[in-house]
């Protein structure tokens, strides 16, 4: 027991310092294994061992994606197309983010790539239609959570790779989520719109105007149609989806769109690799420190601890929503999956949960930890876009917070709100 404590203890407090995450990971991990006599070329073993996935090789392409949209001109014909969709409704800009995200997030899968994309041209905008800034940087932070909710999902891919469960289920599974959490901010930025009296469009776009802007997204577009229809077809993979994403995207901008050249491809692989490797490394140190957990028999003990509610179908639930609220707050998506996944199994499978429930729900509730300090990634990403400090931008989130977590509840309640499309799309996929 002392060890745990020490395992744990040593991990937080580099947190705590500024060690990044994977760092602490690692040397937590090795710390306590040489403590415990193990050998460290075991250690080093289990890191090689995360990282020799197949599934995984989608986690580059599909953060090539996308850089490519934001090189490429693509992400301003989705956010026109957006604008001739929802422009016209109070609150206009705030709803053109949310709804381009949206977009957005069926083509990249990445929270943080698409508050990157998005802020730099939303959040003047919203400013100029007369939100302040940090409300304007909350709306971009929490509309970018949708990235990893709506397939594709870089989260759900790692999910199912080391859960060993159907990607295209966990996909499909997250698409309605996603809706309603976009639409349910939407409603926040009408509200908050109408109270401020924020202007209202003059008129909504015309039929010609709306088809102008849907044939300049829809090269675009059609990149969300591919990636979701080749996976629920079977035509290709989550892997082989990334692929023909990242070829379909990289054509279009560079022999249609004629935005991309041998420069901005040099920027773009650039940029992959610096953002590829802070996920895959946190796989690598999430497999030395679980190694660790396991072989302490971790699992056991929390199985024991949640020994009250172990059986219990919502306390289950309640007990993961905010084991996974609290690690999202203070670490990466990606450790935080896979350190914890074996009890977060053992415990779904005492109360006879569905494994394509309990995965879903754990992204979508991960998606939290993107706007909650200290490592809410987009909050900050937005914040410094904005210019202004992160403690007000999290100030002007207090009611986008309770709009996530009501959101959150529906999904506990109301497993179907999940598990109803991937019944109709693939009825035969196993657990579902």
């Not at 769109?257 to 773009?268: F, S």
């Not at 905010?322 to 998506?333: C, K, P, Q």
């Not at 992204?363 to 904005?386: H, N």
Request: glycine content about 8%; aromatic content about 12%.
């Amino acid at each position: 027991m002392n060890l745990i404590v020490i395992l744990f203890i040593s991990f937080f407090g580099m947190c705590l310092i500024g060690v990044p995450i994977a760092f602490s990971l690692v040397l937590a991990a090795f710390f306590t294994a040489i403590m415990i006599g193990l050998d460290p070329v075991v250690m080093i073993q289990q890191m090689y061992i995360m990282l020799d996935s197949y599934t995984l090789l989608a986690v580059p392409l599909f953060l090539m994606v996308g850089y490519v949209m934001e090189t490429g001109e693509i992400t301003q014909r989705l956010v026109d197309f957006a604008k001739s969709l929802v422009g016209h409704i109070r609150g206009g800009f705030g709803h053109v983010n949310i709804v381009a995200e949206m977009v957005l997030s069926g083509i990249s899968g990445s929270a943080t790539a698409d508050a990157a994309a998005l802020g730099g041209i939303m959040i003047p905008a919203m400013v100029k239609e007369g939100y302040p800034p940090a409300v304007a940087a909350s709306i971009n932070a929490a509309a970018a959570t949708n990235g990893p909710i709506i397939p594709p999902s870089i989260m759900m891919i790692v999910y199912g790779a080391y859960a060993n469960l159907s990607i295209a289920v966990l996909f499909i599974g997250g698409a309605v989520p996603g809706v309603i959490l976009g639409v349910a901010l939407m409603v926040y930025v009408y509200i908050y719109a109408k109270r401020h009296n924020l202007p209202k469009a003059e008129r909504m776009c015309t039929l010609k105007e709306f088809w102008h802007s849907f044939k300049k997204a829809f090269l675009a577009l059609m990149a969300t149609v591919i990636i979701f229809a080749g996976i629920i077809g079977g035509f290709f993979t989550a892997t082989e989806a990334g692929m023909v994403a990242t070829l379909y995207c990289l054509f279009i901008s560079a022999f249609v769109y004629k935005m991309v050249n041998v420069k901005r491809l040099i920027y773009i692989l650039e940029g992959t690799l610096e953002s590829m490797a802070a996920p895959l490394m946190c796989v690598a140190a999430a497999g030395a420190f679980g190694y660790v957990m396991a072989y302490l028999k971790v699992p056991s003990y929390v199985l024991k601890l949640a020994g009250p509610i172990a059986g219990s179908h919502f306390g289950v639930l309640f007990f993961i929503t905010v084991l996974y609220l609290i690690l999202g707050t203070f670490m990466d998506a990606t450790p935080a999956i896979i350190i914890f996944m074996s009890v977060v199994q053992s415990l779904a499978n005492s109360a006879g949960l569905n494994p394509y429930h309990v995965g879903v729900l754990i992204c979508c509730v991960l998606c939290f930890g993107f706007i909650t300090p200290p490592y809410g990634l987009t909050l900050l990403l937005s914040s410094g876009i904005a210019k202004v400090s992160t403690s007000e931008v999290i100030y002007h989130s207090r009611w986008i917070f309770f709009v996530m977590l009501l959101v959150t509840l529906v999904l506990i309640f109301f497993p179907e709100v999940i598990l109803f499309l991937p019944r109709l799309l693939v009825p035969g996929a196993m657990g579902v």
